[in-house]
C-alpha cells in the first residue's frame, strides 16, 4: 500500500491540521509516513501546500515526484489546479467548490470550474455549506478531510482516533464538533462517488 | 522504544532535552524556530529548569550557549541559515576556543528561499571555522545525531555544526527515542583560560591545536555510521550525496542502486570513502541541497583530474532546493506529469492580515510620504511589515538584513536624502537595530525611525519579543530625546494625528523615533483561546 497526496488550500485554512490527524492516523495503523509543509512566509494569506506520503513500506523522499500523487485534497479550488502537473493520470482530486478570493485578479470562478470539469476523477463540493450544517465552519476543513477518507486506504475509526489525538486537548465539544464534520463529509463524498 | 510522528525540528528538540541539555539559546527564525518552541512546550525541560527562553538575537543566543558549555553543561544553539551570519563573530572564535560540555549549532538552511532573503549554505561556514559538521538525511537520523551529538562534540573538545534545510526541518516523520539521560553537572575548565582567553599568543597554539584536530575529525567522519558506501555493479558512475539529497536519489532508485553511492552525512568529508568511489568510477556525480560545496571540493579549482558532475556543470540547477525530480533528471530518467497548470490559475502572494497594525502605519506614512514628491527614501527591514513592499502599499525602498532599515537610512541621510525613513519591528529593533540608533544619535542623524510595534515577533509565528513595555526607555537611554520620542495608536480614526506627528518629526532636524503601537491580531487571538480555556 502506497498513497501519495498533495494537500493545498490558503494559508489559514486549517490544511495543516488534516495532515496532522491523517498523519497521527497512519501512526496508529504502523504505516510509515513522510508530511513536508511549508511554514513562514506562505501563511499570511498565500497559497500553502504540503505532501503527505503513506506507505506500508519505508518513504524514501519528503516530496512526491511530479506525476505521482494519488490525489489532491484542496481546500480551494483554483489552489486545487495549482498541484495538476504532481497527479498520477488516475489520480482523484477532492476540492472544495468554494472560492477564497483574496487577490485583486482572482479569475472568474466559471473558468476554474471549467478546468476542474477537464478532469477525469473529481469530487467537488462546498465544504463550508456542509460544515455549517454539522455545527461550525470552522470545521470545514476536517469535512474535507471526511470527503477524502475513502481514498486514503486508512480505516474511518482510525481517522476518528486520529482526531481526537489531535483536538483532544482543545476539550470535548471541539472534538465532537470535529467528528461531527468528519461524518458528515464522508457520507457525502460516498454519495457522491 | 517508543515511536513519535515528529517534524524534523521536533525530532532535533526531543534528542537535544533526551541527550540531557541544560539549555537551548536561540533567535526565531523559519525553519528552525519549533525547536525552541517544542523545548519551551515540553513537560521534562519544564521539570528540570532547562534554559529555553528566546534571546535577543543570534550572537548573544550563541555566546551564552557558549557560556553554559563553558561551565561544563551541554547547550543547544538554533538559528535559521542568516543568523549565523550575526553569530559568525562567536562562532568563528568558539571553534579556536573549543568547547568544555557538549556544543550543538543548528543552522537551518532555506534553499529556495521559502522564508528568507538568500539561500545561503552554511556548510561553507563549517569548513569556514573547520569544524566536524552533521547533516541529517531523515528525522530519526535527526534525532540519533543530536542524541549523541552531544557526546561527540564532547569527545572532540569542539562544537558540531548540525545543518539542516527547509525539507527536513519542516517534515514530519515517525522517530523512535531513546532514554532520557542526566543533565552534566557544573564542572568549570582547570586550565580554562589557556584556551577560553584568546589573546594573540595562546590563540595562535589554539588555532595550531584546531589545525592538528583536522585529522581527527576527518578519521571520526571516516567511522561514522551516518556516512555510508553502497556498492553496486555499474561503475561507469560513482553517486555522492549528502544530506537528504540520499533520499531523492533512493526515491529514483525503488529496487536498489544501479551506480556506487557514498552517503554522506558527517563532515569533513570521509578520505578513505572519497578515494574509494573516486579510484573505482569513471566519473562523480554529486548531488547536494544548497551550494556545490562538495562537489567544488572534489573538482579543484582547475577542475583536471576527476570528472566531476553536478551543479557547477549545469547537470543540475546551479541555485534552488532539490526535488526528487530535478535529481531523477540528473541521472537520464523521464519525468513524466499528465496534467499541466491551467492558465487560469494567478499567484496568490501572501499579505499583512486585514486588521493589522502594520496596514494603519502604511496608510498614515504613505501619505505623508507622498508630500515630499519621490524625495524621501523608506528603508525597510525584517518582519511582517516587510509585505508593505507588496501592492497596494508599495511603501519601502529596501530590506537587506535584520537592523538594516535604521544604518542604512542613516547613510542615505549622510549622503544628503531627506526625508531619509526606517521602518523596522519592534523585535528587529532589539535584534540590531539599538546600536545602529546609537550611531545616529552620536551624530544627531537627520532620520525618522519607525518601530511599529506590534508587541511580538510576528513574522516566526508571534514569540516574546525582548523589548516590549521599554521601547521609549531604551531610545531615551540610548539619548533620543525624549520630546522627540512618539507613541501613537495605528487606526484609522487616528489618521489625521498620526500624519501630522509623522510629518512634524520628519521635518524636525535630528533623530526622531516614532512607536506606533497595537498587538498582533494573530497574537491576540491566541492570547485570548488560550486564556478561555
Ligand atoms: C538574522 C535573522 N534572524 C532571524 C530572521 C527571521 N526573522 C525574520 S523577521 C523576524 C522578526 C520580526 O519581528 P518584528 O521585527 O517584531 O516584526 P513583526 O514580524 O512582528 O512585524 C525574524 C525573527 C531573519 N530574517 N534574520
Ligand atoms: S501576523 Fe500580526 S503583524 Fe503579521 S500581518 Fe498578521 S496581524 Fe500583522
Known amino acids: 500500500m502506497k498513497t501519495d497526496i498533495i494537500l493545498s488550500g490558503v494559508g489559514g485554512q486549517g490544511i495543516l491540521s488534516?495532515?496532522?490527524?491523517?498523519?497521527?492516523?497512519?501512526?496508529?495503523?504502523?504505516?510509515?509516513?513522510?508530511?513536508?509543509?511549508?511554514?513562514?512566509?506562505?501563511?499570511?494569506?498565500?497559497?500553502?501546500?504540503?505532501?503527505?506520503?503513506?506507505?506500508?513500506?519505508?518513504?524514501?523522499?519528503?516530496?512526491?515526484?511530479?506525476?505521482?500523487?494519488?490525489?489532491?485534497?484542496s481546500l480551494e479550488p483554483m489552489e486545487s489546479l495549482r498541484y495538476l502537473p504532481y497527479l498520477k493520470k488516475e489520480g482523484w482530486l477532492v476540492t472544495n467548490s468554494r472560492p477564497f478570493v483574496n487577490i485583486p485578479n482572482y479569475p472568474e470562478i466559471e473558468k476554474v470550474n471549467a478546468e476542474l470539469d477537464r478532469l477525469p476523477h473529481k469530487v467537488v463540493l462546498d465544504v463550508e455549506e456542509i460544515a455549517k450544517e454539522a455545527g461550525s465552519i470552522r470545521a470545514a476543513n476536517i469535512v474535507m478531510l471526511g470527503a477524502a477518507t475513502p481514498f486514503l486506504g486508512i480505516d474511518y475509526d482510525k481517522i476518528e482516533a486520529g482526531i481526537r489525538h489531535i483536538f483532544g486537548r482543545k476539550g470535548e465539544d471541539i472534538v465532537n464538533m470535529n467528528l461531527k464534520a468528519l461524518k458528515a463529509g464522508y457520507d457525502l463524498a460516498q454519495s457522491l462517488r | 522504544m517508543e515511536k513519535h510522528l515528529f517534524l524534523g525540528d521536533e525530532a532535533i528538540a526531543q534528542a537535544a532535552i533526551d541527550a540531557g541539555i541544560s539549555g537551548v539559546y536561540a533567535y526565531p527564525g523559519t525553519p528552525s524556530t519549533e525547536i525552541t518552541e517544542y523545548i519551551q512546550g515540553s513537560p521534562v525541560a519544564k521539570e528540570?529548569?532547562?534554559?529555553?527562553?528566546?534571546?535577543?538575537?543570534?550572537?548573544?543566543?550563541?555566546?551564552a550557549a557558549l557560556g553554559m558549555c563553558y561551565a561544563g553543561k551541554r547547550a543547544l544553539c538554533c538559528m535559521k541559515h542568516v543568523g549565523l551570519n550575526v553569530a559568525a563573530d562567536c562562532f568563528?572564535?568558539?571553534?579556536?576556543?573549543?568547547?568544555?560540555?557538549?556544543?550543538?549549532?543548528?543552522?537551518?538552511?532555506?534553499?529556495?528561499?521559502?522564508?528568507?532573503?538568500?539561500?545561503?549554505?552554511?556548510?561553507?561556514?563549517?569548513?569556514?571555522?573547520?569544524?566536524?559538521?552533521?547533516?541529517?538525511?531523515?528525522?530519526?537520523?535527526?534525532?540519533?545525531?543530536?542524541?549523541?551529538?552531544?557526546?561527540?562534540?564532547?569527545?572532540?573538545?569542539?562544537?558540531?555544526?548540525?545543518?539542516?534545510?527547509?525539507?527536513?526541518?519542516?517534515?514530519?516523520?515517525?522517530?523512535?527515542?531513546?532514554?532520557?539521560?542526566p543533565e552534566n553537572q557544573m564542572n568549570c575548565p582547570v586550565n580554562g583560560r589557556q584556551r577560553f582567553i584568546l589573546l594573540p599568543a595562546l590563540a595562535r597554539k589554539r588555532f595550531?591545536?584546531?589545525?592538528?584536530?583536522?585529522?581527527?575529525?576527518?578519521k571520526a567522519s571516516e567511522n561514522s555510521g551516518y556516512n555510508k558506501y553502497f556498492d553496486a555493479p555499474n561503475k561507469d558512475l560513482g553517486i555522492i550525496t549528502t544530506g537528504i539529497a540520499f533520499n531523492y536519489l533512493s526515491e529514483n532508485y525503488p529496487d536498489g542502486f544501479e551506480h556506487p553511492v557514498l552517503k554522506i552525512s558527517q563532515y569533513p568529508l570521509p578520505r578513505k570513502q572519497v578515494e574509494r568511489i573516486v579510484n573505482e568510477c569513471k566519473e562523480i556525480l554529486v548531488l547536494e541541497e544548497g551550494y556545490p560545496v562538495v562537489e567544488e571540493q572534489l573538482k579543484g579549482f582547475l577542475g583536471k583530474g576527476v570528472t566531476v558532475h553536478g551543479r557547477l556543470d549545469g547537470t543540475?540547477?546551479?541555485?534552488?532546493?532539490?526535488?526528487?525530480?530535478?535529481?531523477?533528471?540528473?541521472?537520464?530518467?523521464?519525468?513524466?506529469?499528465?496534467?499541466?497548470?491551467?492558465?487560469?490559475?494567478?499567484?496568490?502572494?501572501?499579505?499583512l492580515c486585514q486588521g493589522c497594525g502594520h496596514r494603519d502605519m502604511y496608510e498614515a506614512l504613505n501619505e505623508v510620504i507622498a508630500e515630499y514628491n519621490g524625495a524621501a527614501k523608506v528603508f525597510g527591514d525584517i518582519g511582517c511589515y516587510t509585505l508593505g513592499a507588496l501592492p497596494p502599499f508599495r511603501a519601502i525602498d529596501s530590506c537587506?538584513?535584520?537592523?538594516?532599515?535604521?544604518?542604512?537610512?542613516?547613510?542615505?541621510?549622510?549622503?544628503?536624502?531627506?526625508?531619509?525613513?526606517?521602518?523596522?519591528?519592534?523585535?528587529?529593533?532589539?535584534?540590531?537595530?539599538?546600536?545602529?540608533?546609537?550611531?545616529?544619535?552620536?551624530?544627531?542623524?537627520n532620520i525618522t525611525i519607525v518601530i511599529s510595534d506590534n508587541e511580538t515577533t510576528a513574522m516566526t509565528g508571534g514569540q516574546d519579543s525582548a523589548g516590549t513595555g521599554r521601547l521609549e526607555s531604551?531610545?531615551?537611554?540610548?539619548?533620543?530625546?525624549?520630546?522627540?520620542?512618539?507613541?501613537?495608536?495605528?487606526?484609522?480614526?487616528?489618521?489625521?494625528?498620526?500624519?501630522?506627528?509623522?510629518?512634524?518629526?520628519?521635518?524636525?532636524?535630528?533623530?526622531s523615533v516614532l512607536i506606533p503601537r497595537r498587538e498582533c491580531i494573530q497574537t491576540l487571538t491566541r492570547k485570548k483561546k488560550a486564556s478561555k480555556k
Open chain 2, 400 to 445: 537587506i538584513d535584520m537592523g538594516a532599515s535604521i544604518t542604512m537610512a542613516k547613510g542615505a541621510s549622510d549622503a544628503g536624502v531627506f526625508p531619509a525613513v526606517s521602518v523596522i519591528g519592534d523585535s528587529t529593533f532589539t535584534h540590531s537595530g539599538m546600536t545602529g540608533l546609537l550611531d545616529c544619535v552620536n551624530e544627531n542623524t
Open chain 1, 18 to 73: 488534516i495532515a496532522a490527524v491523517i498523519g497521527e492516523a497512519a501512526l496508529k495503523e504502523g504505516l510509515y509516513m513522510k508530511q513536508a509543509e511549508v511554514h513562514g512566509m506562505s501563511q499570511r494569506g498565500g497559497d500553502v501546500q504540503s505532501n503527505l506520503r503513506l506507505s506500508d513500506e519505508p518513504i524514501a523522499s519528503d516530496l512526491i515526484p511530479k506525476g505521482h500523487a494519488d490525489m489532491i485534497i
Open chain 2, 474 to 511: 531604551i531610545c531615551a537611554g540610548i539619548g533620543v530625546d525624549p520630546a522627540h520620542i512618539r507613541v501613537m495608536v495605528p487606526l484609522k480614526k487616528n489618521y489625521e494625528e498620526m500624519k501630522s506627528i509623522i510629518r512634524e518629526e520628519i521635518e524636525y532636524k535630528g533623530v
Open chain 2, 316 to 351: 543540475l540547477q546551479r541555485d534552488g532546493e532539490l526535488t526528487p525530480d530535478a535529481v531523477g533528471k540528473a541521472l537520464g530518467k523521464e519525468i513524466q506529469s499528465y496534467y499541466a497548470i491551467p492558465e487560469v490559475v494567478e499567484q496568490r502572494p501572501p499579505a
Open chain 2, 208 to 218: 595550531k591545536s584546531l589545525l592538528v584536530s583536522q585529522e581527527v575529525f576527518t
Open chain 2, 92 to 181: 568563528m572564535n568558539a571553534a579556536m576556543s573549543g568547547i568544555n560540555g557538549g556544543m550543538i549549532i543548528l543552522t537551518a538552511d532555506d534553499p529556495s528561499m521559502h522564508s528568507s532573503q538568500n539561500e545561503q549554505d552554511n556548510r561553507v561556514y563549517g569548513n569556514f571555522a573547520m569544524i566536524p559538521m552533521l547533516e541529517p538525511s531523515s528525522q530519526q537520523e535527526a534525532y540519533d545525531m543530536v542524541y549523541s551529538g552531544f557526546e561527540l562534540s564532547e569527545k572532540l573538545g569542539y562544537p558540531i555544526l548540525l545543518r539542516v534545510t527547509t525539507r527536513m526541518a519542516h517534515s514530519r516523520a515517525g522517530v523512535v527515542t531513546s532514554p532520557l539521560k
Open chain 2, 48 to 63: 528540570r529548569g532547562i534554559h529555553c527562553r528566546w534571546s535577543a538575537n543570534e550572537k548573544t543566543a550563541m555566546e
